[in-house]
């Protein structure tokens, strides 16, 4: 960024958020599975945020669950974000490697008498639950070790770090999504910082991490709203201690439902990200634009270009309700984004996608049938499919609607095609079209009832690009080699 747009980036920063510091939004991915959609959103609006205000969007890896985090699913988390354009700024940063710090922080809290050792064990808590259960009480921390002192407890015996979090009151978020919420002290109990064998919780880590990476947004899905509640108290706490903890502004979005209305799973194609790109064959600015349209808003606009998204994002557009997961209405704008794509860019995204390695020359004709190729395809594969009669070898296979076509009187109407072909001039479309057409009015017919099994001569289907395209792209030689492998010879 030159500097004169990082200094209106500054001074929109202030104007639109009332704060002075820039914005620095995060995107916290547990890396225990891949991307999924509901994830790429979450990320995406962050970006927009922060570019919308000049600000910087982060990533940090919450790669704390040791037992579940995989490097093949950080792996894919870092893929599907650079596939999907989310580039954020600086290196990601990873939970686990701060452990130290956050423990750091808990002792400090600790020091300042903002949390307390609790040598609860495991029988003693479990008791006291049985208890609440049977008084049908909420399952809840009592604090029994909260105003006692480290003294009372067996020498050497193991504790955690509990916060002591305020007792009386309520907190209120103003979320920028969900409007005011309030929760009151008295429904949460003072939870564990750090675990008996040291290691930090993830409610702390969050906190420290936010912190430490100058978060001044936290935007994520609504599922962590309770969450929220949590980890304020931690902020305060640590304000108190040591100041410059600034309690971020919290927006929460809502999650992503199926078109049954049911919350997004495996069922309804909820997919990884990866499989958006490997499987469905969709181009990235399509499913980009997908997700900003899944629960934001700019009037009527349908495509939304990301320039023009990070001119217009906001949080005030973001839905309180859950938006739906709608597969059809992605790939229709797949095949808007398809027919704005480039041919040549085109031709190398479906060329992998051929059942061939191929060469040189044939991705060159590739690209150069995209034009006929492209209007109809909803996605690559039906692009890398549409283009397969470019390759086939003769004589083709025909499929069963093609043999059809071929019966009766196809074989001697191709015969005059052939002919009518073979004295054309030029192979350019018109001439083409206007030899076929004088076939067909000297037989009586239909230019269709030509047009279909020269479709089926040409490309073993019943289904292709125009027909005199196809002729155009097969060339001459090998157009006339294949209708004369379907006609009747002479
Ligand atoms: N790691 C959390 C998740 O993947 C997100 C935490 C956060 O955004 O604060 O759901």
Same mark, same amino acid.
């Given at each position: 960024m030159d500097h004169q747009v990082w200094e209106?980036a500054r001074?929109?920063?202030?104007?639109?958020?009332?704060?002075?510091?820039?914005?620095?939004?995060?995107?916290?991915? =547990?890396?225990? +599975? @891949?991307?999924?959609?509901?994830?790429?959103?979450?990320?995406?609006?962050?970006?927009?945020?922060?570019?919308?205000?000049g600000?910087?969007?982060?990533?940090?890896?919450?790669?704390?669950?040791?037992?579940?985090?995989?490097?093949?699913?950080?792996?894919?988390?870092?893929?599907?974000?650079?596939?999907? %354009?989310?580039?954020?700024?600086?290196?990601?940063?990873? #939970? @686990?490697?701060? $452990?130290?710090?956050?423990?750091? &922080?808990?002792?400090?809290?600790?020091?300042?008498?903002?949390?307390?050792?609790?040598?609860?064990?495991?029988?003693?808590?479990?008791?006291?639950?049985?208890?609440?259960?049977?008084?049908?009480?909420?399952?809840?921390?009592?604090?029994?070790?909260?105003?006692?002192?480290?003294?009372?407890?067996?020498?050497?015996?193991?504790?955690?770090?509990?916060?002591?979090?305020?007792?009386?009151?309520?907190?209120?978020? !103003?979320?920028?999504?969900?409007?005011? /919420?309030?929760?009151?002290?008295?429904?949460?109990?003072?939870?564990?910082?750090?675990? =008996?064998?040291?290691?930090?919780?993830?409610?702390?880590?969050? &906190?420290?991490?936010?912190?430490?990476? %100058? /978060?001044?947004?936290?935007?994520?899905?609504?599922?962590?709203?309770?969450?929220?509640?949590? #980890?304020?108290?931690?902020?305060?706490?640590?304000?108190?201690? !040591?100041?410059?903890?600034?309690? *971020?502004?919290?927006?929460?979005?809502?999650?992503?439902?199926?078109?049954?209305?049911?919350?997004?799973?495996?069922?309804? +194609?909820?997919?990884?990200?990866?499989?958006?790109?490997?499987?469905?064959?969709?181009?990235?600015?399509?499913?980009?634009?997908?997700?900003?349209?899944?629960?934001? +808003?700019?009037?009527?606009?349908?495509?939304?270009?990301?320039?023009?998204?990070? !001119?217009?994002?906001?949080?005030?557009?973001?839905?309180?309700? *859950?938006?739906?997961?709608?597969?059809?209405?992605?790939?229709?704008?797949?095949?808007?984004?398809?027919?704005?794509?480039?041919?040549?860019?085109?031709?190398?995204?479906?060329?992998?996608?051929?059942?061939?390695?191929?060469?040189?020359?044939?991705?060159?004709?590739? $690209?150069?049938?995209?034009?006929?190729?492209?209007?109809?395809?909803?996605?690559?594969?039906?692009?890398?499919? +549409?283009?397969?009669?470019?390759?086939?070898?003769? *004589?083709?296979?025909?499929?069963? %609607?093609?043999?059809?076509?071929? %019966?009766?009187?196809?074989?001697?109407?191709?015969? #005059?095609?052939?002919?009518?072909?073979?004295?054309?001039?030029?192979?350019?479309?018109?001439?083409?079209?206007?030899?076929?057409?004088?076939?067909?009015?000297?037989?009586?017919?239909?230019?269709?009832? /030509?047009? #279909? *099994?020269?479709?089926?001569?040409?490309?073993?289907?019943?289904?292709?690009?125009?027909?005199?395209? &196809?002729?155009?792209?097969?060339?001459?030689?090998?157009?006339?080699?294949?209708?004369?492998?379907?006609?009747?010879? $002479?």
């Amino acid at each position: 960024m030159d500097h004169q747009v990082w200094e209106h980036a500054r001074l929109s920063a202030t104007s639109d958020t009332g704060a002075a510091k820039p914005v620095v939004t995060r995107f916290a991915p =547990s890396p225990t +599975g @891949f991307l999924h959609i509901g994830g790429a959103r979450t990320a995406l609006f962050n970006l927009l945020f922060a570019r919308h205000h000049g600000g910087k969007f982060l990533l940090r890896i919450e790669d704390t669950d040791r037992a579940r985090s995989t490097e093949p699913a950080i792996a894919a988390i870092l893929d599907g974000m650079r596939w999907l %354009g989310l580039d954020w700024d600086g290196e990601e940063v990873y #939970q @686990f490697a701060r $452990a130290a710090r956050h423990a750091e &922080v808990a002792h400090q809290m600790l020091a300042a008498g903002h949390a307390y050792k609790c040598f609860a064990t495991a029988e003693d808590l479990e008791a006291m639950r049985a208890e609440q259960r049977a008084n049908k009480q909420p399952l809840r921390y009592d604090g029994r070790w909260r105003d006692r002192d480290a003294s009372e407890a067996p020498e050497g015996a193991p504790f955690v770090l509990r916060l002591k979090a305020p007792r009386e009151g309520s907190v209120t978020i !103003e979320d920028k999504v969900q409007g005011s /919420v309030t929760v009151n002290n008295s429904e949460l109990d003072d939870m564990v910082l750090l675990r =008996s064998d040291g290691t930090p919780t993830y409610m702390l880590a969050v &906190v420290v991490d936010d912190h430490d990476m %100058g /978060v001044t947004h936290v935007i994520r899905g609504d599922d962590h709203l309770n969450n929220a509640f949590r #980890q304020l108290p931690i902020y305060r706490a640590m304000h108190a201690v !040591e100041g410059g903890w600034e309690e *971020p502004t919290y927006a929460h979005i809502p999650l992503i439902h199926g078109a049954d209305g049911a919350k997004l799973s495996k069922r309804h +194609g909820a997919l990884g990200v990866d499989a958006y790109r490997d499987e469905l064959g969709l181009l990235p600015e399509a499913v980009s634009n997908y997700l900003l349209r899944l629960g934001w +808003g700019h009037g009527d606009d349908e495509i939304i270009s990301r320039d023009q998204a990070i !001119e217009w994002f906001d949080l005030a557009g973001v839905g309180k309700s *859950p938006s739906r997961f709608d597969l059809k209405k992605l790939e229709n704008l797949n095949g808007h984004y398809i027919r704005a794509t480039d041919d040549a860019r085109l031709a190398d995204l479906v060329a992998p996608r051929l059942p061939f390695e191929a060469s040189e020359s044939q991705r060159a004709l590739l $690209a150069q049938a995209m034009p006929a190729l492209k209007p109809r395809a909803a996605n690559l594969n039906e692009i890398a499919d +549409g283009a397969m009669f470019l390759f086939r070898a003769r *004589p083709l296979e025909l499929d069963e %609607g093609a043999a059809a076509l071929l %019966g009766g009187d196809a074989p001697a109407l191709l015969a #005059q095609v052939y002919a009518a072909l073979d004295g054309a001039a030029t192979w350019d479309t018109e001439v083409l079209e206007a030899a076929v057409r004088t076939v067909a009015d000297d037989a009586g017919v239909k230019l269709g009832a /030509v047009a #279909q *099994p020269l479709r089926a001569a040409l490309t073993g289907r019943r289904t292709s690009p125009g027909i005199f395209d &196809v002729l155009a792209l097969l060339g001459r030689e090998e157009s006339l080699a294949r209708i004369a492998d379907q006609m009747t010879k $002479a």
